[in-house]
């Protein structure tokens, strides 16, 4: 079964404090990409990687990093949170095969609280 | 710039239909997504139009006009548990998604 599987799905955490959520996807597709949603604005995109070693900005990727040394994985790491990355984060990777027309198949989300 | 609109909230009655417009400005097209999601989890995927027309997936149908920039997800005979939000995706001429921010449908008895 196709999985995206994110880590972890709740996290309460201080300004400034480095974190890292993690990513893994199980199709062995190229294409996987980050996401945060907030009320009102729906889904922005933060960072996106086409296949390994290859990452680009987003929408919002000021305050993100994110790696892609292997296929399988993309963490998303906040070095330095601040409050205003409070949000709920989804990975995502298409259902199948490439990126191009396919729907895409989002892992469970991540709720970040930065106090 | 790029914009996708869907009316912010919608309500209906269980057993009733009920029509979610989206309507699109982007640079290029390659299909148009329809997602639902229910509080707190996931975005699903629904539904994928191209080329005009209307395409019927069941209780769900969802249309396109690319020359009006339009579509609208169609759902009939409302069950309680489609109460959900339902997010519209346009692929652009990079085949990158743009998000609406999402229509929230609230069924009642």
């Known amino acids: 079964e196709a999985q995206v599987t994110q880590n972890p799905r709740y996290l309460i955490t201080v300004t400034g404090k480095k974190l890292t959520v993690t990513c893994s996807q199980n199709m062995n597709h190229e294409y996987m990409s980050w996401y945060r949603q907030d009320p009102g604005l729906g889904l922005r995109q933060i960072y996106y990687?086409?296949?390994?070693?290859?990452?680009d900005k987003g929408d919002v990727p000021e305050g993100y990093k994110v790696s892609r040394k292997e296929k399988r994985n993309f963490p998303l790491i906040l070095e330095s949170p601040s409050p205003n990355q409070t949000s709920l984060y989804f990975c995502?990777?298409?259902?199948?095969?490439?990126?191009?027309?396919?729907?895409?198949?989002f892992g469970d989300g991540t709720r970040l609280s930065i106090l | 710039g790029q914009n996708i609109d869907q009316p912010t909230e919608m309500t209906a009655t269980e057993g009733a239909i009920v029509q979610i417009n989206c309507t699109y400005q982007?640079?290029?097209?390659?299909?148009l997504f329809w997602y639902q999601q229910h509080a707190g989890e996931a975005p699903t995927f629904l539904s994928y139009n191209v080329l005009d027309g209307l395409e019927e997936k069941g209780r769900f149908s969802s249309f396109l006009s690319r020359s009006k920039g339009y579509s609208y997800l169609l759902l009939k005979e409302l069950q309680m548990k489609d109460s959900a939000s339902y997010l519209c995706?346009?692929?652009?001429?990079?085949?990158?998604?743009?998000w609406g921010a999402g229509t929230k449908l609230i069924i009642k008895p």
């Open positions: 982007t640079s290029g097209f390659n299909g």
């Open positions: 995502a990777s298409p259902t199948k095969g490439q990126y191009l027309h396919q729907p895409q198949h």
């Open positions: 995706a346009v692929s652009d001429s990079n085949y990158q998604l743009i």
């Open positions: 990687s086409m296949n390994v070693e290859v990452t």
